[in-house]
């Protein structure tokens, strides 16, 4: 809940420092403010306490439960030197079980969202066939459209004519498949876009840059693509 309400509290502009206090404290607010608001039968206590040693403001420290100890957050200029530098292997074991911890935790707070009919009819409306194909990109006569549904967790980026995307049931063509690419390399990937190579007006467009990330992480990774043998470019051809 806790974020969720970060995501859709309105946002600043940008962050403004004023004495060494923060627009950012007032986004926080609000995200608060919308999460008791979105998750009524939540409990949650929140202190503030001041930094040990720090009276600018810039080093705060929280504590989500009396019970539960505060711990010094570092500021920019202890990043050499952060405690929590560890979690920047993302999908190191140690990383992996502090996550399924807060994970049980939250759970713990304010229940599984799973069980919830909100959650199914959601889903449900996001996993339906009968949505609305969004074409992301037109090229070389073709219309892209990149697709979930249940049967596709992870996504498939595929094609047709203008003449096929007017037909009640298009007659796509899959261009790649995330499932199967992530079964095949042992990754979880996600997608992140496409970036086109346009050499020019009336240029054939037939090589992209592929973003993918690993889980959903921020890091991406970008491999060239080849739209006509729909594969990517290996480093032997130049990829």
Known sequence: G??????????????????????????CARALLLTLALCPSSSFTFR????????????????????????????LADYKTDPRVWLEDVEGEEALDWVRGRSSHALAEIGDPTGSPVYKRLLD?????????FIGRVMNGLYYNFWQDEAHVRGIWRRCTLEEF??????????LDLDALGQAD?????????????????SRKDRVMIALSRGGADATVAREFDLEAKEFVGAAQGG
């Open 2 to 27: 806790w974020l969720l309400g970060t995501f859709l509290a309105p946002r600043s502009p940008q962050p403004t420092f004023n004495g060494g206090k923060s627009s950012m404290d007032h986004r």
């Open 125 to 133: 409306i996001m996993d339906s066939d009968e949505k609305i194909p």
């Open 166 to 175: 007017r037909k009640a049931e298009p007659a796509w063509e899959v261009v």
């Open 186 to 202: 042992g990754v979880s990937w996600v997608w992140g876009g496409s970036t086109v190579l346009d050499e020019g007006p009336g």
């Open 48 to 75: 503030r306490l001041p930094a040990a040693g720090a009276s600018n403001g810039s080093s705060r420290r929280f504590a989500t439960s009396e019970a539960e100890l505060p711990v010094e957050l570092p500021s």
